[in-house]
């Protein structure tokens, strides 16, 4: 096409090599020699490839010398120019740098991890309830904040980041903190069975694949009635983590992780018991020896953009977004190109099934959360833009299914709502959920 452009007189200059031909072309066609010479152009054309990566031009005796010389001579000045754009791109760009921190939020069940977790990140990413180990994996979020000439913007859209490289010249730091939320855990001795043992040893794998522990505790409760077993985790929970290992060899994770005490729900502890918090925080310090201590209120949101502030000080600084891309090289933090692509570990399907499960242990009681299985079944996209989500809801005996319904259908229609409801809020988006609630086959 280009050549026919070419010829046509209409195309820039792009290849040496094609205006050339093109101009012969048009100068054979001006002098009548019409297809014969077309003919020759397309074998002159298969030639060109070896021509352009500097090979002897073969075959055609005529021109090929002259052309073989003068495309060399177009090619080299290219180079100088493109070289010398590169350079001048690179001077103009604003100095960028990239930061990381993997953060890992551990502690008893009930503290408040989740609830801290979607807080630091600005958005809801897992599930929080009133009920022990609603958490039952790790999960993660990415916050993502740049500083440019000394102004804090988190979690900007791409958009804005574009429209912001246009502001030449002002020195850039971005920093990604990949937060991760863990099931709640516990001690050994209280191990109540199998599945517990294997959410605790997920959330101590997943601190030690992190930079930065977060250990959350229920300040409240602790003033009011201290946990001898959360002590005793706070004691122990760094020997846990070590004994996970690291499986990021040569990476930051290697070094002993910094750790921080996060002092949760605060905005329950009032009036004189305030002062007491002091003699709680040097107790536990005492014991588990911390990097920083904070207090905080994830209800509350208060003291936790110091949190923050805090990891995004102690974040580990990368040469160049272009390093970051090609796997971290020796700083280990080739994780961060993960970051850049995934917000967070759900996608919508697993992201719907986390808002039904925060319902489900919210709005039932006894060993229903527990036992009630929730199966993503289909999740599309329907022509005017809304999401359509079908999930089964499974339960292993018929009188649990009529407990998950409800009274005409009272339980499963709140559950519903209110999961929609946040989805809704939280993707921006209508949705259409459908649940089915089903006794599932006995294994
Ligand atoms: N008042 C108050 N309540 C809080 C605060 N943070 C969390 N909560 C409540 O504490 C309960 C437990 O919160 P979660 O975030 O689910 O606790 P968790 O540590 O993730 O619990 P597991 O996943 O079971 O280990 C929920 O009812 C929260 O609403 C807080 O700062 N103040
Ligand atoms: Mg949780």
Not at 285 to 305: A, P, R
Request: charged fraction near 30%; include cysteine; hydrophobic fraction near 35%.
């Amino acid at each position: 096409r280009e050549n026919q452009q070419a010829s046509k007189g209409t195309s820039k200059p792009a290849l040496g090599s094609r205006v050339a031909l093109g101009g012969m072309a048009s100068a054979a066609r001006a002098l009548g020699w019409g297809e014969g010479l077309a003919q020759w152009r397309r074998v002159a054309l298969l030639g060109l490839p070896s021509l352009r990566s500097q090979q002897p031009a073969p075959t055609i005796p005529f021109y090929s010398t002259y052309l073989s010389r003068k495309l060399r001579k177009q090619q080299q000045h290219q180079a100088v120019v493109v070289e010398k754009d590169r350079d001048r791109d690179r001077d103009r760009e604003p100095k960028r740098s990239i930061k990381g921190l993997r953060v890992g939020l551990i502690g008893a069940p009930n503290a408040g991890k989740s609830a801290l977790t979607n807080v630091l990140l600005g958005r809801k990413v897992t599930a929080v309830s009133g009920k022990v180990n609603t958490t039952t994996s790790q999960t993660f979020g990415v916050v993502t904040s740049r500083r440019v000439a000394g102004h804090l913007q988190v979690n900007e859209s791409e958009q804005e980041r574009s429209e912001e490289k246009s502001n030449e010249c002002s020195p850039e730091v971005t920093t990604r903190l990949m937060i991760f939320d863990t099931p709640g855990v516990v001690d050994h001795k209280h191990y109540r069975n199998m599945r517990q043992r294997e959410r605790v040893s997920d959330a101590y794998a997943t601190a030690a694949l992190c930079d930065a522990l977060v250990f959350v505790v229920d300040a409240e409760r602790q003033l009011r009635k201290p946990d001898p077993r959360v002590e005793r985790l706070v004691v122990e929970y760094r020997r846990e983590v070590e004994g996970f290992g690291s499986g990021d060899a040569g990476g930051q994770a290697a070094a002993m992780p910094k750790s921080v005490l996060a002092m949760n729900k605060v905005d329950l502890v009032r009036g004189s018991r305030r002062g007491d918090l002091l003699d709680l925080a040097r107790r536990l310090n005492d014991l588990g020896s911390f990097d920083q201590i904070f207090m905080v209120s994830s209800l509350k949101g208060t003291g936790t953009e110091d949190l923050l502030a805090y990891l995004r000080s102690v974040s580990v600084p990368h040469r160049t977004e272009e390093a970051v891309g090609h796997g971290g090289g020796a700083g280990g933090t080739g994780w961060l190109s993960q970051c850049e692509d995934e917000e967070s570990s759900h996608d919508h399907s697993s992201y719907a099934v986390e808002l039904v499960k925060e319902q489900v242990y919210r709005r039932l009681n006894g060993e229903i959360p527990y036992v009630l299985k929730i199966k993503p079944v289909s999740t599309k996209f329907l022509r005017d833009g809304s999401l359509r989500i079908e999930q089964d809801l499974l339960v292993n005996h018929m009188k649990k299914k009529k407990i998950v319904v409800g009274r005409k259908g009272q339980a499963i229609g709140q559950i519903g709502c209110r999961a929609r409801a946040e989805l809704e809020k939280q993707l921006g988006l209508k949705v259409h959920l459908i649940l089915n609630v089903k006794v599932r086959k006995q294994d």
